[in-house]
């Protein structure tokens, strides 16, 4: 039985060894990806011209440290090289319960007249009363 533990003992630890390649990640690893996830939604959300706030509130489980991190450098990076945002496409979506009606739908008709229907080419369909 002697004989068979060193070869045992070394096999053992090279399949230990290979645990780095098969994706197991360490909780040290699991902590630096959280990280710079955090670090580059932070990041994005600057470019996005999202406030830090807005940035917080939608991304709850982020590390809120990093994401300013991440934001504040962004920002700093933008300024230095003179970089204009891009506005994200979810600007437009109403926020915690707003109308989903802009000001310009508001004063673009009156809220007593119904609206007049339009064909695909933007022009006025006319209907007939029977």
């Known amino acids: 039985m002697r004989p068979l533990a060193l070869p045992l003992c070394l096999c053992a630890a090279s399949l230990l ?9 360490s909780a040290a690893q699991t902590a630096e990806r959280k990280q710079a996830e955090a670090h ?10 999202r406030s830090i706030e807005d940035c917080f509130r ?4 982020a590390n809120k440290a990093a994401v300013f991190a991440g934001w504040k450098e962004m920002d700093q990076y933008m300024r230095d090289n003179q970089i204009v945002g891009m506005p994200s496409a979810d600007l437009t979506t109403p926020m915690d319960g707003e109308d989903a009606t802009s000001e310009a739908d508001s004063h673009d008709a009156p809220a007593d007249t ?17």
Not at 117 to 127: F, L, M, N, Y
């Open 17 to 25: 060894a290979g645990c780095d390649y098969l994706g197991i990640e």
């Open 40 to 49: 580059a939604i932070g990041s994005a959300c600057r470019h996005a011209i």
């Open 58 to 61: 939608s991304n709850k489980k």
């Open 114 to 130: 119904p609206a007049k229907p339009h064909s695909a080419s933007g022009h006025e369909v006319k209907t007939h009363k029977s």
